[in-house]
Nanobody, 121 residues
């Protein structure tokens, strides 16, 4: 069984910074793309950022220039450094990881449980 455990959310004033972590544990042979999504109250879940297995990154326009996604393959962990936070960044943040549980296994997608980020004005 694979589990994704997120941490680092909390309450922050506008302009501040937070760093989210998402660690994958269990039977893991390799990880592929690792991403962050978020869901604000009353809204659909939206893409935030992704980092490929070769460390190429892509961001949504709303966070580009403020957020940085990175990964530590040795720890099967993805991070999201969030700077210059705005009240509109308030949401539950979810990590999503594509991984193989065995070398010849299928690529499967897993979601974290979500971590709340609240930005006050």
């Amino acid at each position: 069984q694979v589990q994704l455990v997120e941490s680092g959310g909390g309450l922050m004033q506008a302009g501040g910074s937070l760093r989210l972590s998402c660690a994958a544990s269990g039977t893991i042979a390799s990880t592929n793309a690792m991403a962050w999504y978020r869901q604000a109250p009353g809204k659909q879940r939206e893409f935030v950022a992704v980092i490929s297995g070769r460390d190429s990154t892509h961001y949504s326009d709303s966070v580009k220039g403020r957020f940085i996604i990175s990964r530590d393959n040795g720890k099967n962990t993805v991070y999201l450094q969030m700077n210059s936070l705005k009240p509109e960044d308030t949401a539950v943040y979810y990590c999503n990881v594509a991984l193989q549980e065995s070398p010849l296994g299928d690529l499967k997608n897993y979601w974290g449980q979500g971590t709340q980020v609240t930005v006050s004005s």
